[in-house]
Antibody, heavy 121, light 107 residues
Framework: EVQLVESGGGLVQPGGSLRLSCAAS????????MSWVRQAPGKGLEWVAN????????YYVDSVKGRFTISRDNAKNSLYLQMNSLRAEDTAVYFC??????????????WGQGTMVTVSS | DIQMTQSPSTLSASVGDRVTITCRAS??????LAWYQQKPGKAPKLLIY???SLESGVPSRVSGSGSGTEFTLTISSLQPDDFATYYC?????????FGQGTKVEIK
């Protein structure tokens, strides 16, 4: 079964750090661009970042540039999001998602169940 | 950034109704548009990619059309499983952006 499973969410104070993980199974992880997408409580979806198959290209939404880092370990079939200098507005469910196509320009066909990140004192 | 605007924000409809959701982009995105369905507490589900291509396993009552700046998602005969929130997403230019969502409610 093709599956993505996120972990690592939790409660963190403003200014703190958190590392999210996404474990992939059922497909050739190293063949796909991967993304993180977040959803604040009661709000819409926001794309956060993506990473090329070999990790050589990464893109971010402006609001997280310099604070978040996306990475991957193809040997472990895993995607990561290191989040530093967290703010209240980063509070959201974070989903990892797979590109449908092998190119960067693609919809997301596989999503994880999400992991909740709460930034609060 | 490309702004995606969906209308309406909320739609009340009955089982069997034909429903149409519109998504407008602030600049041309060719056909680089996807539609997703999301139910409460769940991850989004891909319905349509490249503006009009139906994802495998999605019922044929769902269709997408449009190019450039104006797109539509149509459900030809609304079923109980279709009551959900729908999002459009552009993947023409970074950062990828989503519409604000359209909630389809039971009338």
């Amino acid at each position: 079964e093709v599956q993505l499973v996120e972990s690592g969410g939790g409660l963190v104070q403003p200014g703190g750090s958190l590392r999210l993980s996404c474990a992939a199974s059922g497909f050739t992880f190293r063949s796909y661009w991967m993304s993180w997408v977040r959803q604040a409580p009661g709000k819409g979806l926001e794309w956060v970042a993506n990473i090329k198959q070999d990790g050589s290209d990464k893109y971010y939404v402006d609001s997280v540039k310099g604070r978040f880092t996306i990475s991957r370990d193809n040997a472990k079939n895993s995607l990561y999001l290191q989040m530093n200098s967290l703010r209240a507005e980063d509070t959201a469910v974070y989903f990892c998602a797979r590109n449908r196509e092998i190119t960067y320009q693609s919809a997301f066909d596989i999503w994880g169940q999400g992991t909740m990140v709460t930034v609060s004192s | 950034d490309i702004q995606m605007t969906q209308s309406p924000s909320t739609l009340s409809a009955s089982v069997g109704d034909r429903v149409t959701i519109t998504c407008r982009a602030s600049q041309s995105i060719s056909s680089w548009l996807a539609w997703y369905q999301q139910k409460p507490g769940k991850a989004p589900k891909l319905l349509i990619y490249k503006a009009s291509s139906l994802e495998s396993g999605v019922p044929s009552r769902v269709s997408g059309s449009g190019s450039g700046t104006e797109f539509t998602l149509t459900i030809s005969s609304l079923q109980p499983d279709d009551f959900a929130t729908y999002y459009c997403q552009q993947y023409d230019s970074y950062p990828w952006t989503f519409g604000q969502g359209t909630k389809v409610e039971i009338k």
